[in-house]
């Protein structure tokens, strides 16, 4: 078994959340069998709702909290009816608004909210109850109760002190006492006195052997106890991004990125480590030998895979970009729509649309509407892409940090030539520059305002000066490594 263990999940995922669905899929083509163990808390939502979003199977996903007890991984089907059976005679009157429902009681400040899995469902994810105006206790429900929290009032607020986990039967499997964010956790025979050594006794109820692999995504808060309890499995990280500090690296002394510190330090325990390209490998390997004075097992392997090329069936809109992303600030989306708008007064009928959500898309929103360009910009939302990259001439980056960029592979799998700023791992890896695209050279001082008239000419070159046609082909050529066949045979050789 290989066990993949992350911190969280969200609607708006990162890149290492998609990277854990393709290795997924990856793994049950070549017939290994693996689990995906998430340690975050997920109050607003289900977490099965969020990993099945992108492509995991229920059966392979294990949560830290529902691991100590019989409930399954499973979408939210407990309704109101079974809600309001469980309220018994108490009178109430009902109010729906979206997607709540609030039962308000006789008295005080006494009522219900629950909370649907969306405006039209009856499913029932969470209830809030509230008595004489202050929050008492949240239930959270799947196919059953799955856990409740319970509140007390402190300092004109509601104070969380404590949850139950609880079977499928409704009994008690184990509680979590909190007291101000400090946690100790009840088992029947057992106390466990933090997070870190729940992560720890749950590695242990795996009981791994020398079959096992653990590979570990990210490795903050959760690290250590995952290694000290590892037993003979071997123990694989994934370097997600770029692993050190330029910065603040000469030539005796290295910074490594604190995501990493402790999986390097580490170095002598872990198995092996696995970059996404072999730039990236090649200098970690390089850096290890100079700062440490040793020699560590790095492979690279894609974090991603193309099925098939994708060939589009009708011809490709004109001077079109395309970009998806997170719409978080380090994306720099708000520079690709300026330098749309400067490069479109030499190419008129250039279009940018903007595929993915995140906390900047009211800004960005904001910034169109400003530079009234909401006719050949648009924000598309989030969308399977799968079909939609090849209905486009380019693909257009603002990110100054990729580890890998798994659009970046998407799109040259349909044959895009690449806008993006010649930074480590990804643009280095998927742009060549003149051939499938424009790298655009940077500086550390290099401001805005400099950024974007840089982004600007790059799409000017691209569509004036560059053959159309041999680009696509180029990107073309350069994804055919990507292609699942060839990625399965890695992991194969890895895993043994």
């Known amino acids: 078994m290989v066990y993949n263990f992350n911190l969280g999940i969200g609607w708006a995922s990162s890149g290492v959340e998609y990277a854990q669905a393709y290795r997924a899929k990856l793994f049950r083509n070549i017939g290994k069998e693996a689990k995906f163990i998430f340690t975050d808390m997920f109050p607003k939502d289900n977490i099965e709702h969020m990993t099945r979003n992108i492509g995991f199977l229920d059966s392979e996903i294990i949560w830290l909290y529902t691991f100590f007890t019989d409930t399954r991984i499973a979408p939210v089907s407990y309704t109101l009816a079974q809600l309001e059976a469980s309220i018994g005679n108490r009178r109430f009157e009902k109010k729906r608004e979206g997607k709540t429902v609030k039962y308000l009681f006789e008295g005080n400040g006494n009522f219900y ?101 653990v590979i570990i995504d990210r490795t903050t808060g959760i690290g250590q106890s995952i290694m000290q309890n590892a037993g003979s499995a071997r123990v694989g990280i994934i370097i997600h991004a770029d692993h050190f500090s330029e910065n603040s690296t000469d030539n005796s002394n290295i910074l490594w990125n604190n995501y990493y510190e402790y999986a390097f330090s580490q170095h002598r325990h872990i198995d092996f480590y696995v970059t996404a390209t072999k730039e990236q490998e090649c200098l970690l390997k390089k850096q290890f030998k100079k700062y440490v004075g040793e020699e ?166 691209l569509f004036t000066e560059m053959n159309m046609e041999y680009a696509h082909q180029c990107s073309y050529r350069k994804a055919e490594k990507y292609l699942t066949k060839e990625v399965e045979k890695r992991w194969r050789k890895l895993l043994g």
């Open 113 to 213: 909210t629950a909370y649907m899995t969306g405006e039209d469902s009856d499913n029932v994810h969470r209830v809030e109850m509230v008595s004489e105006g202050c929050l008492i206790r949240k239930d959270y429900f799947t196919y059953c109760r799955i856990y409740s929290e319970y509140y007390a009032p402190l300092n004109n607020s509601a104070h969380l002190y404590q949850r139950r986990f609880f079977n499928e039967d409704g009994t008690v499997a184990y509680e979590e006492i909190n007291d101000d964010g400090e946690v100790m956790y009840q088992f029947p025979d057992r106390l466990i006195c933090s997070k870190e050594e729940l992560v720890g006794y749950m590695v242990q109820r795996l009981q791994l052997t020398r079959k096992d692999i």
């Open 296 to 461: 560590i097992n790095v492979v690279t392997i894609p974090v991603g895979s193309l099925e098939e090329l994708k060939i589009p069936d009708k011809k490709r809109k004109k001077h079109s970009l395309i970009t998806a992303s997170r719409l978080a600030s380090e994306k720099h989306v708000d520079w690709l729509i300026e330098a749309a708008v400067a490069a479109k007064k030499e190419i008129a009928d250039i279009s940018l649309d903007i595929y993915g959500r995140g906390a900047e898309e009211n800004k960005l929103n904001v910034l169109i509407r400003r530079l009234q360009c909401d006719d050949y910009v648009h924000l598309c939302g989030q969308q399977n892409l799968t079909e939609i990259y090849k209905n486009y001439d380019a693909y257009f980056s603002g990110s100054t940090s990729e580890g890998f960029g798994l659009t970046l592979m998407e799109a040259v799998g349909s044959g895009l030539p690449i806008i993006g700023f010649d930074v480590r791992y990804g643009n280095q890896n998927f742009i060549d520059d003149g051939k499938n695209g424009v790298k655009i050279s940077v500086y550390d001082r290099m401001d805005r305002k400099e950024r974007i008239e840089s982004l600007k000419e790059a799409i000017i070159t």
